[in-house]
């Protein structure tokens, strides 16, 4: 079975530009989150979204926003690249929203 | 306010068992997770405890106090693959899991 699926590994972006990151959750899974990883620290928790509503938000500005589609897939979204936003992003999917948490491989984003 | 407290590094020897510990404070509390990172890799699921007591699963073990707010992971039998960061994270009232910095761990023949 697959596990849960980010495009794209990696992105280059400059700042100023907005940039969309994808997420496939496990066969099954209806729920999905997102977390920032910076270098030498653990994951932050971005945003939670379950059967297609948020049901969480970290604390993040609202340059972050993000959705969840019918097929329980999600994008995030950021608008106004800062240089702090390089970071690793990473989604993890559950069946239910407090259930564990599986990663995906992230996406590895740099801003120049 | 949210905290969570673990060592930044440890070393151990190949064989040997070490044990990772992790204070937290949260708002509410459903769980306690552990992750294991390797460097350039994402986050994979070890443990979970939401009741009092050891959870054993292999060579890994974790143990869960939530009256004091601590929680540990041990490892026997030590490979040099368990060279890894290890990754508390508690599950607090929202669902949210909040991660601590995380332990790394140097494993050394």
């Known amino acids: 079975d697959a596990g849960v699926t980010q495009s794209p590994t990696h992105l280059i972006k400059t700042r100023g530009q907005h940039v969309t990151l994808r997420c496939s959750p496990i066969?099954?899974?209806?729920?999905v989150s997102w977390y920032q990883q910076v270098l030498g620290q653990g994951p932050q928790f971005i945003f939670q979204?379950?059967?297609?509503?948020?049901?969480g938000r970290g604390n993040f500005p609202d340059r972050f926003s993000a959705r969840q589609f019918p097929n329980y897939s999600s994008e995030l979204n950021v608008n106004a690249l800062l240089l702090g936003d390089s970071a690793l992003y990473l989604c993890?999917?559950?069946?239910?929203?407090?259930?564990?948490?599986?990663f995906g491989d992230g996406t590895r984003l740099s801003i120049l | 306010g949210q905290n969570i407290d673990q060592p930044t590094e440890m070393t151990a020897t190949e064989g040997a068992i070490v044990q990772i510990n992790c204070t937290y404070q949260?708002?509410?509390?459903?769980?306690l997770f552990w992750y294991q990172q390797h460097a350039g890799e994402a986050p994979t699921f070890l443990s979970y405890?939401?009741?009092?007591g050891l959870e054993e699963k292999g060579r890994f073990s974790s143990f869960l106090s939530r009256s004091k707010g601590y929680s540990y992971l041990l490892l026997k039998e030590l490979q040099m693959k368990d060279s890894a960061s290890y990754l508390c994270?508690?599950?607090?009232?929202?669902?949210?899991?909040?991660f601590g910095q995380g332990t790394e761990l140097s494993v050394k023949p």
């Open positions: 993890a999917s559950s069946f239910g929203g407090r259930q564990p948490q599986h």
């Open positions: 066969s099954g899974h209806k729920s």
């Open positions: 979204y379950y059967e297609k509503e948020e049901r």
């Open positions: 949260t708002s509410g509390f459903n769980g």
């Open positions: 405890n939401v009741l009092d």
């Open positions: 994270a508690p599950w607090n009232q929202g669902g949210k899991l909040i």
